[in-house]
């Protein structure tokens, strides 16, 4: 059972959804307005943007889930979808992130830059690579996709 796309068919219902591209070019996302929300990697896997604010409300209970994935310094959680109750643990946490980027846009994080859009990096900051006749520039080569390694 692909459970990724029966929660993206799920979450497509909802009205403040729409589907959009991801910066990191792994297929479906979805947005609120110009706000990525969720995206999907594979069959069993999303990611979800949340604001550090609530991830720190939410972290003693993502902290004892075996399908959440926490990152230090990242506003995005994977959720692991093995089971249908999963898929409901991505639409609460769907639900909260959409609250999260209610709250964002009426107070802008002042903390600095946000960490890159994706997880699947395995580090948040960019990778810099120095060309001899060039400025500094993130990894953008084959495959990158615009997510930094």
Do not use: K
Not at 15 to 37: F, H, K, V, Y
Not at 38 to 58: C, P, S
Not at 114 to 134: E, F, K, L, N, Y
Request: charged share 20%.
């Amino acid at each position: 059972m692909n459970t990724a796309r029966h929660a993206s068919e799920q979450l497509m219902s909802w009205p403040a959804l729409s589907e959009g591209r991801t910066p990191c070019g792994t297929g479906l996302g979805l947005n609120a307005g110009s706000q990525e929300i969720v995206h999907f990697h594979g069959d069993h896997e999303a990611d979800v943007h949340l604001t550090r604010a609530m991830i720190a409300r939410l972290e003693p209970a993502l902290a004892g889930s075996t399908a959440v994935h926490l990152r230090t310094g990242s506003e995005w959680v994977t959720v692991r979808l093995d089971i249908d109750s999963d898929i409901d643990l991505l639409a609460t946490l769907v639900s909260a992130a959409l609250q999260a980027a209610t709250r964002a846009e009426a107070e802008p994080d002042v903390r600095g830059p946000r960490r890159a859009p994706c997880t699947r990096q395995g580090s948040p900051a960019p990778v810099i690579i120095r060309h001899p006749d060039a400025q500094d520039v993130p990894d953008d080569g084959p495959g990158a996709r615009g997510c930094y390694r």
